[in-house]
Protein backbone atom coordinates (compact mmCIF):
# COMPACT_ATOMS: atom_id res chain seq x y z
CA UNK A 1 0.00 0.00 0.00
CA UNK A 2 1.08 3.37 -0.57
CA UNK A 3 0.40 6.15 1.61
CA UNK A 4 0.05 9.81 -0.36
CA UNK A 5 0.64 13.15 -0.02
CA UNK A 6 0.83 16.69 -1.44
CA UNK A 7 4.65 17.01 0.06
CA UNK A 8 6.81 14.46 1.45
CA UNK A 9 9.56 16.20 4.17
CA UNK A 10 12.29 13.83 5.29
CA UNK A 11 13.69 14.74 8.41
CA UNK A 12 12.03 16.05 11.62
CA UNK A 13 14.21 18.81 12.68
CA UNK A 14 13.87 22.25 12.91
CA UNK A 15 14.05 23.01 9.21
CA UNK A 16 11.72 20.02 8.09
CA UNK A 17 8.99 21.31 11.23
CA UNK A 18 9.32 24.72 10.03
CA UNK A 19 8.47 23.73 6.18
CA UNK A 20 5.71 21.00 7.30
CA UNK A 21 4.26 23.84 9.75
CA UNK A 22 3.84 26.48 7.05
CA UNK A 23 2.50 23.89 3.91
CA UNK A 24 -0.16 22.66 6.55
CA UNK A 25 -1.49 26.30 7.07
CA UNK A 26 -1.88 26.60 3.50
CA UNK A 27 -3.99 23.23 3.45
CA UNK A 28 -1.42 21.07 1.82
CA UNK A 29 -1.46 17.20 3.09
CA UNK A 30 2.00 17.09 4.63
CA UNK A 31 3.81 14.14 5.84
CA UNK A 32 7.38 14.30 8.13
CA UNK A 33 9.20 10.81 7.56
CA UNK A 34 12.09 11.06 10.61
CA UNK A 35 13.94 8.16 11.70
CA UNK A 36 13.96 8.86 15.38
CA UNK A 37 11.31 7.51 17.64
CA UNK A 38 10.20 10.60 19.39
CA UNK A 39 11.83 13.82 20.53
CA UNK A 40 14.21 13.26 22.81
CA UNK A 41 15.50 15.72 25.93
CA UNK A 42 18.43 18.08 24.48
CA UNK A 43 21.30 18.29 26.13
CA UNK A 44 22.69 21.51 24.29
CA UNK A 45 21.20 25.18 24.08
CA UNK A 46 20.74 26.75 20.51
CA UNK A 47 20.27 30.49 19.74
CA UNK A 48 18.03 31.74 17.57
CA UNK A 49 18.68 35.23 16.25
CA UNK A 50 16.59 37.72 14.39
CA UNK A 51 16.49 36.13 10.79
CA UNK A 52 15.31 33.04 13.03
CA UNK A 53 13.05 35.13 15.04
CA UNK A 54 11.12 36.97 12.29
CA UNK A 55 10.53 33.24 10.58
CA UNK A 56 9.17 31.92 13.65
CA UNK A 57 7.30 35.20 13.89
CA UNK A 58 5.72 34.33 9.88
CA UNK A 59 5.09 30.99 11.38
CA UNK A 60 2.75 32.34 13.78
CA UNK A 61 4.60 30.42 16.84
CA UNK A 62 6.46 33.90 18.13
CA UNK A 63 4.93 33.86 21.47
CA UNK A 64 5.13 30.11 22.01
CA UNK A 65 8.30 30.06 20.95
CA UNK A 66 9.54 33.14 23.32
CA UNK A 67 7.95 31.56 26.41
CA UNK A 68 10.33 28.72 26.15
CA UNK A 69 13.67 30.82 25.75
CA UNK A 70 15.14 33.20 27.12
CA UNK A 71 16.00 37.47 25.63
CA UNK A 72 19.46 38.65 25.57
CA UNK A 73 20.69 41.70 23.76
CA UNK A 74 24.11 41.39 25.56
CA UNK A 75 27.38 39.41 24.63
CA UNK A 76 30.12 40.06 26.61
CA UNK A 77 33.44 38.62 25.06
CA UNK A 78 36.38 38.58 27.54
CA UNK A 79 40.02 36.87 26.90
CA UNK A 80 40.37 33.78 29.17
CA UNK A 81 41.75 35.07 32.98
CA UNK A 82 42.39 38.06 31.40
CA UNK A 83 40.38 41.52 30.51
CA UNK A 84 36.65 42.34 28.89
CA UNK A 85 37.07 42.16 25.47
CA UNK A 86 33.92 43.91 23.80
CA UNK A 87 30.50 44.03 24.69
CA UNK A 88 28.20 43.72 21.91
CA UNK A 89 24.92 44.80 21.86
CA UNK A 90 21.68 43.47 19.78
CA UNK A 91 19.75 46.39 20.91
CA UNK A 92 21.08 48.76 18.53
CA UNK A 93 20.04 46.67 15.19
CA UNK A 94 17.29 48.74 13.65
CA UNK A 95 15.23 45.44 13.61
CA UNK A 96 11.71 44.19 15.41
CA UNK A 97 13.64 41.55 17.04
CA UNK A 98 16.97 43.09 18.01
CA UNK A 99 17.73 40.24 20.74
CA UNK A 100 19.12 36.70 21.27
CA UNK A 101 16.75 34.35 22.55
CA UNK A 102 18.02 31.35 23.29
CA UNK A 103 16.26 27.74 23.92
CA UNK A 104 16.52 24.17 24.32
CA UNK A 105 16.06 22.65 21.25
CA UNK A 106 14.03 20.16 21.80
CA UNK A 107 11.61 22.65 23.40
CA UNK A 108 11.56 23.82 20.18
CA UNK A 109 10.84 20.84 18.09
CA UNK A 110 7.53 19.96 20.56
CA UNK A 111 6.26 23.61 19.50
CA UNK A 112 7.10 22.91 16.07
CA UNK A 113 5.40 19.48 16.29
CA UNK A 114 2.43 20.59 18.15
CA UNK A 115 1.87 23.30 15.49
CA UNK A 116 1.69 21.30 12.65
CA UNK A 117 -0.10 18.03 14.09
CA UNK A 118 -2.95 20.30 15.31
CA UNK A 119 -3.27 21.91 11.80
CA UNK A 120 -3.54 18.68 10.73
CA UNK A 121 0.39 17.20 9.81
CA UNK A 122 1.43 14.15 9.95
CA UNK A 123 4.40 12.71 11.64
CA UNK A 124 5.49 9.12 10.99
CA UNK A 125 8.31 8.71 13.68
CA UNK A 126 11.02 5.38 13.81
CA UNK A 127 10.51 5.86 9.42
CA UNK A 128 14.36 6.32 7.30
CA UNK A 129 13.97 7.23 4.20
CA UNK A 130 15.86 4.49 1.68
CA UNK A 131 15.30 5.64 -1.75
CA UNK A 132 13.02 7.90 -4.44
CA UNK A 133 12.02 5.07 -6.84
CA UNK A 134 10.79 7.23 -9.29
CA UNK A 135 10.37 11.35 -9.67
CA UNK A 136 9.99 11.25 -13.59
CA UNK A 137 5.88 10.78 -13.61
CA UNK A 138 3.23 12.57 -11.92
CA UNK A 139 4.21 11.81 -8.39
CA UNK A 140 7.51 11.01 -6.41
CA UNK A 141 8.05 7.64 -5.16
CA UNK A 142 9.57 6.98 -1.63
CA UNK A 143 10.40 3.70 0.30
CA UNK A 144 11.11 4.18 3.81
CA UNK A 145 11.36 1.45 5.98
CA UNK A 146 9.63 1.16 9.39
CA UNK A 147 10.28 -1.25 12.24
CA UNK A 148 12.70 -3.57 9.76
CA UNK A 149 9.34 -3.77 7.49
CA UNK A 150 9.39 -1.49 4.01
CA UNK A 151 6.99 1.22 3.62
CA UNK A 152 5.70 3.15 0.60
CA UNK A 153 4.79 6.84 0.24
CA UNK A 154 4.40 9.19 -2.87
CA UNK A 155 3.89 12.78 -3.23
CA UNK A 156 3.93 15.81 -5.80
CA UNK A 157 7.34 16.78 -4.54
CA UNK A 158 9.58 15.31 -2.05
CA UNK A 159 11.70 17.53 0.63
CA UNK A 160 15.31 16.49 2.06
CA UNK A 161 15.36 18.14 5.13
CA UNK A 162 17.89 15.03 6.27
CA UNK A 163 20.73 16.89 8.22
CA UNK A 164 24.25 17.17 6.80
CA UNK A 165 24.50 13.46 5.37
CA UNK A 166 21.35 14.21 3.68
CA UNK A 167 20.26 10.42 2.04
CA UNK A 168 17.14 12.27 -0.20
CA UNK A 169 20.54 14.52 -1.68
CA UNK A 170 22.15 11.28 -2.16
CA UNK A 171 19.40 9.47 -3.82
CA UNK A 172 18.67 12.36 -6.34
CA UNK A 173 22.15 12.35 -7.24
CA UNK A 174 23.75 15.33 -5.70
CA UNK A 175 27.13 15.78 -5.93
CA UNK A 176 28.17 17.32 -2.03
CA UNK A 177 31.65 18.57 -1.33
CA UNK A 178 31.80 17.90 3.02
CA UNK A 179 34.66 19.21 5.08
CA UNK A 180 35.51 18.26 8.11
CA UNK A 181 36.66 21.04 10.35
CA UNK A 182 39.42 20.16 12.89
CA UNK A 183 37.21 21.59 15.93
CA UNK A 184 35.14 19.85 18.65
CA UNK A 185 32.44 21.62 20.75
CA UNK A 186 31.53 19.82 24.19
CA UNK A 187 27.47 21.18 24.89
CA UNK A 188 25.71 21.51 27.92
CA UNK A 189 23.11 22.70 30.32
CA UNK A 190 23.40 23.60 33.56
CA UNK A 191 21.79 24.90 36.26
CA UNK A 192 20.35 28.44 36.30
CA UNK A 193 22.78 31.47 37.07
CA UNK A 194 21.14 34.94 37.80
CA UNK A 195 23.96 37.30 36.75
CA UNK A 196 23.89 35.58 32.67
CA UNK A 197 20.33 36.72 32.40
CA UNK A 198 21.34 40.43 32.19
CA UNK A 199 24.38 39.43 29.63
CA UNK A 200 25.59 36.00 28.00
CA UNK A 201 29.33 35.12 28.01
CA UNK A 202 32.18 34.50 25.52
CA UNK A 203 35.58 33.75 26.40
CA UNK A 204 38.23 33.15 24.14
CA UNK A 205 41.89 32.12 24.44
CA UNK A 206 44.80 30.65 22.40
CA UNK A 207 43.02 27.13 21.00
CA UNK A 208 39.71 27.64 23.63
CA UNK A 209 37.02 28.99 23.90
CA UNK A 210 33.98 29.02 26.38
CA UNK A 211 30.48 30.38 26.32
CA UNK A 212 27.93 30.85 28.74
CA UNK A 213 24.21 31.38 27.91
CA UNK A 214 20.97 31.68 29.89
CA UNK A 215 18.02 29.72 28.87
CA UNK A 216 14.18 29.89 30.25
CA UNK A 217 15.34 27.61 33.32
CA UNK A 218 19.20 26.52 32.70
CA UNK A 219 22.49 27.97 31.71
CA UNK A 220 23.51 26.73 28.23
CA UNK A 221 27.49 26.07 28.19
CA UNK A 222 29.52 25.36 24.82
CA UNK A 223 33.22 24.98 25.15
CA UNK A 224 35.80 24.30 22.03
CA UNK A 225 39.33 22.23 21.99
CA UNK A 226 41.03 21.20 18.82
CA UNK A 227 39.27 17.26 17.62
CA UNK A 228 42.87 15.73 18.08
CA UNK A 229 42.67 16.77 21.74
CA UNK A 230 39.56 15.58 22.76
CA UNK A 231 40.07 11.69 23.84
CA UNK A 232 42.93 13.28 26.65
CA UNK A 233 40.74 16.07 27.66
CA UNK A 234 38.12 13.82 28.91
CA UNK A 235 40.75 11.42 30.52
CA UNK A 236 41.57 14.20 33.21
CA UNK A 237 37.61 13.27 34.13
CA UNK A 238 34.66 15.18 34.30
CA UNK A 239 35.81 17.12 37.98
CA UNK A 240 38.63 18.66 36.28
CA UNK A 241 36.43 20.30 33.52
CA UNK A 242 34.24 21.40 35.91
CA UNK A 243 36.63 23.23 37.64
CA UNK A 244 37.87 24.50 34.65
CA UNK A 245 34.69 26.09 33.63
CA UNK A 246 34.53 27.72 37.20
CA UNK A 247 37.83 29.10 36.83
CA UNK A 248 36.99 31.00 33.51
CA UNK A 249 33.31 31.44 34.95
CA UNK A 250 33.06 31.90 38.40
CA UNK A 251 29.59 32.77 38.27
CA UNK A 252 28.86 29.28 37.21
CA UNK A 253 30.41 27.39 40.15
CA UNK A 254 27.20 26.48 42.47
CA UNK A 255 25.46 25.26 38.86
CA UNK A 256 27.32 22.57 37.54
CA UNK A 257 26.42 19.86 40.02
CA UNK A 258 24.01 18.32 37.21
CA UNK A 259 26.90 17.59 35.16
CA UNK A 260 27.78 14.08 37.10
CA UNK A 261 29.29 12.53 33.85
CA UNK A 262 30.56 12.80 30.62
CA UNK A 263 27.05 11.31 29.59
CA UNK A 264 25.69 14.75 30.33
CA UNK A 265 27.88 16.28 27.86
CA UNK A 266 26.96 16.66 24.49
CA UNK A 267 29.81 16.07 21.75
CA UNK A 268 30.24 17.29 18.27
CA UNK A 269 32.70 18.14 15.39
CA UNK A 270 31.46 20.64 13.18
CA UNK A 271 31.35 20.03 8.98
CA UNK A 272 30.71 22.28 6.13
CA UNK A 273 28.39 21.12 3.18
CA UNK A 274 28.18 22.71 -0.69
CA UNK A 275 26.43 20.95 -3.10
CA UNK A 276 26.03 21.86 -6.79
CA UNK A 277 22.10 22.24 -6.70
CA UNK A 278 19.70 22.60 -3.99
CA UNK A 279 16.86 20.97 -6.72
CA UNK A 280 15.60 18.46 -8.78
CA UNK A 281 13.09 17.18 -10.87
CA UNK A 282 9.55 17.23 -8.28
CA UNK A 283 12.66 17.45 -5.31
CA UNK A 284 14.24 19.98 -2.77
CA UNK A 285 16.56 19.91 -0.09
CA UNK A 286 16.89 22.58 2.92
CA UNK A 287 19.20 23.45 5.88
CA UNK A 288 22.19 21.46 6.45
CA UNK A 289 21.58 18.98 3.42
CA UNK A 290 22.90 21.76 1.26
CA UNK A 291 24.77 24.28 3.65
CA UNK A 292 25.92 22.75 7.54
CA UNK A 293 28.49 25.33 8.33
CA UNK A 294 30.86 26.03 10.86
CA UNK A 295 29.01 26.95 14.38
CA UNK A 296 30.52 30.11 15.42
CA UNK A 297 27.86 32.02 14.03
CA UNK A 298 25.01 30.39 15.25
CA UNK A 299 23.53 30.49 12.42
CA UNK A 300 22.39 26.79 11.21
CA UNK A 301 19.12 26.75 12.29
CA UNK A 302 18.08 29.79 11.93
CA UNK A 303 19.24 29.71 8.37
CA UNK A 304 17.32 26.55 7.87
CA UNK A 305 13.98 28.35 9.13
CA UNK A 306 14.39 31.06 6.65
CA UNK A 307 14.75 28.41 3.77
CA UNK A 308 11.48 26.48 5.18
CA UNK A 309 9.34 29.51 4.10
CA UNK A 310 11.04 30.71 0.77
CA UNK A 311 10.67 26.73 -0.11
CA UNK A 312 6.82 27.08 0.81
CA UNK A 313 6.33 29.70 -1.30
CA UNK A 314 8.25 27.89 -4.19
CA UNK A 315 6.31 25.06 -3.80
CA UNK A 316 2.77 27.02 -3.81
CA UNK A 317 3.65 28.63 -6.74
CA UNK A 318 4.36 24.55 -8.08
CA UNK A 319 0.85 23.84 -7.21
CA UNK A 320 -0.80 26.78 -8.97
CA UNK A 321 1.13 26.84 -12.00
CA UNK A 322 1.27 22.38 -11.43
CA UNK A 323 4.70 22.61 -12.40
CA UNK A 324 7.26 20.62 -9.80
CA UNK A 325 10.38 20.72 -12.50
CA UNK A 326 13.92 21.73 -11.20
CA UNK A 327 13.84 24.74 -13.84
CA UNK A 328 10.79 26.07 -11.65
CA UNK A 329 12.10 25.12 -7.87
CA UNK A 330 15.68 27.26 -8.70
CA UNK A 331 13.76 30.05 -7.72
CA UNK A 332 13.94 28.76 -4.34
CA UNK A 333 17.49 28.21 -4.87
CA UNK A 334 18.16 31.34 -6.16
CA UNK A 335 16.23 33.14 -3.52
CA UNK A 336 18.60 31.29 -0.74
CA UNK A 337 22.17 30.43 -1.59
CA UNK A 338 23.55 33.82 -1.84
CA UNK A 339 22.69 34.71 1.70
CA UNK A 340 23.74 31.35 3.10
CA UNK A 341 27.16 30.98 1.04
CA UNK A 342 27.65 34.63 2.89
CA UNK A 343 27.32 32.97 6.38
CA UNK A 344 28.79 29.46 5.32
CA UNK A 345 32.23 32.19 4.21
CA UNK A 346 31.81 34.62 7.24
CA UNK A 347 31.41 31.75 9.98
CA UNK A 348 34.45 30.07 8.99
CA UNK A 349 36.76 32.85 9.02
CA UNK A 350 35.46 33.88 12.63
CA UNK A 351 36.50 30.85 13.36
CA UNK A 352 40.02 31.05 12.21
CA UNK A 353 39.59 34.01 15.08
CA UNK A 354 37.82 32.72 17.29
CA UNK A 355 38.99 28.83 17.63
CA UNK A 356 42.23 29.04 16.49
CA UNK A 357 46.06 27.90 17.74
CA UNK A 358 47.57 30.24 15.67
CA UNK A 359 49.30 33.56 17.59
CA UNK A 360 48.78 36.00 14.91
CA UNK A 361 45.36 34.64 13.96
CA UNK A 362 44.55 35.15 17.43
CA UNK A 363 46.13 38.60 17.62
CA UNK A 364 44.47 39.46 14.74
CA UNK A 365 40.81 38.02 15.95
CA UNK A 366 41.44 39.75 19.52
CA UNK A 367 42.21 43.47 17.29
CA UNK A 368 38.92 43.06 14.85
CA UNK A 369 36.73 42.49 18.77
CA UNK A 370 38.12 44.99 20.34
CA UNK A 371 37.70 47.75 17.68
CA UNK A 372 34.21 45.87 16.71
CA UNK A 373 33.00 46.74 20.66
CA UNK A 374 34.46 49.99 20.28
CA UNK A 375 32.39 51.12 17.06
CA UNK A 376 28.90 51.64 17.27
CA UNK A 377 29.12 51.53 13.19
CA UNK A 378 31.37 49.15 12.94
CA UNK A 379 29.20 46.66 15.54
CA UNK A 380 25.87 47.43 13.45
CA UNK A 381 27.62 45.93 10.59
CA UNK A 382 29.05 43.04 12.31
CA UNK A 383 25.65 42.51 13.69
CA UNK A 384 24.03 42.83 10.81
CA UNK A 385 25.99 40.00 8.99
CA UNK A 386 25.97 37.22 11.94
CA UNK A 387 22.30 38.30 12.74
CA UNK A 388 21.81 36.77 9.04
CA UNK A 389 20.19 40.71 7.76
CA UNK A 390 22.31 40.60 5.16
CA UNK A 391 24.57 38.52 2.23
CA UNK A 392 27.29 40.54 1.40
CA UNK A 393 29.81 43.16 3.13
CA UNK A 394 31.06 46.17 1.14
CA UNK A 395 35.00 46.29 0.34
CA UNK A 396 34.98 49.71 2.29
CA UNK A 397 33.29 47.43 5.43
CA UNK A 398 35.90 44.96 5.09
CA UNK A 399 38.37 47.18 5.52
CA UNK A 400 37.55 48.96 8.38
CA UNK A 401 37.29 46.17 10.29
CA UNK A 402 41.32 45.42 10.61
CA UNK A 403 42.58 49.17 9.51
C1 LIG B 1 28.14 22.99 18.14
C2 LIG B 1 26.98 23.49 17.36
C3 LIG B 1 26.22 24.54 17.86
C4 LIG B 1 25.17 25.08 17.10
N1 LIG B 1 24.47 26.14 17.59
C5 LIG B 1 23.51 26.70 16.84
C6 LIG B 1 22.80 27.84 17.31
O1 LIG B 1 23.01 28.31 18.43
N2 LIG B 1 21.89 28.42 16.47
C7 LIG B 1 21.62 27.91 15.23
O2 LIG B 1 20.80 28.48 14.49
N3 LIG B 1 22.26 26.81 14.78
C8 LIG B 1 23.18 26.19 15.55
N4 LIG B 1 23.81 25.08 15.10
C9 LIG B 1 23.41 24.49 13.82
C10 LIG B 1 22.07 23.76 13.92
O3 LIG B 1 22.06 22.83 14.97
C11 LIG B 1 21.76 23.04 12.60
O4 LIG B 1 22.13 23.86 11.52
C12 LIG B 1 20.28 22.73 12.48
O5 LIG B 1 19.87 21.91 13.53
C13 LIG B 1 19.99 22.08 11.14
O6 LIG B 1 18.63 21.76 11.07
P1 LIG B 1 18.09 20.79 9.94
O7 LIG B 1 16.62 20.69 10.20
O8 LIG B 1 18.57 21.22 8.61
O9 LIG B 1 18.81 19.39 10.19
P2 LIG B 1 18.84 18.44 11.46
O10 LIG B 1 18.59 19.17 12.73
O11 LIG B 1 20.10 17.64 11.35
O12 LIG B 1 17.59 17.47 11.26
C14 LIG B 1 17.63 16.40 10.36
C15 LIG B 1 16.56 15.39 10.77
O13 LIG B 1 16.49 14.38 9.76
C16 LIG B 1 16.39 13.11 10.40
N5 LIG B 1 16.90 12.13 9.44
C17 LIG B 1 18.17 11.97 9.01
N6 LIG B 1 18.24 10.97 8.12
C18 LIG B 1 16.97 10.48 7.96
C19 LIG B 1 16.40 9.46 7.18
N7 LIG B 1 17.14 8.69 6.33
N8 LIG B 1 15.07 9.24 7.27
C20 LIG B 1 14.29 9.98 8.11
N9 LIG B 1 14.79 10.97 8.89
C21 LIG B 1 16.11 11.23 8.81
C22 LIG B 1 17.22 13.26 11.66
O14 LIG B 1 16.87 12.30 12.62
C23 LIG B 1 16.87 14.68 12.08
O15 LIG B 1 15.73 14.71 12.91
C24 LIG B 1 24.86 24.52 15.84
C25 LIG B 1 25.60 23.44 15.35
C26 LIG B 1 26.66 22.93 16.09
C27 LIG B 1 27.46 21.80 15.50
Known amino acids: MVEDYDVL ?7 GLALGCALVSNGRKVCLLEARPGVTRSKRGLTLQPNGLAAVRKLGLLDRVARIGSKTAMIAWHEIGKKPLATLDYSILDHPHNHLLTVVPSDLELVLREAFSSRGGIICESTSFRDILSNRSERVLVEAERN ?4 MFSGRIIVGADGENSRVRQAL ?7 KYPDHFLLMLAGPVASLQLEARQYVARGNMAGFFPTRDSTYIF ?20 KQLAEIEPDVSDSLSNLGSWGDVAGVSARRVDVKSWV ?8 DAVHALDPSWAQGANLSLQDALAL ?3 IERCFELNDFTAAKLKDYEKERRKQTEFVQNQAERTALFTTTESRFYYWLGKRVLQRTGRSKTLMRTAL ?3 CGLTDHFSLREKIRFIT
Open 9 to 15: IVGAGLG
Open 312 to 314: TNT
Open 148 to 151: GSPV
Open 223 to 242: YYLPNRTVAEFKLRGIESFK
Open 384 to 386: QAS
Open 280 to 287: SERAALLG
Open 173 to 179: GIPARVK
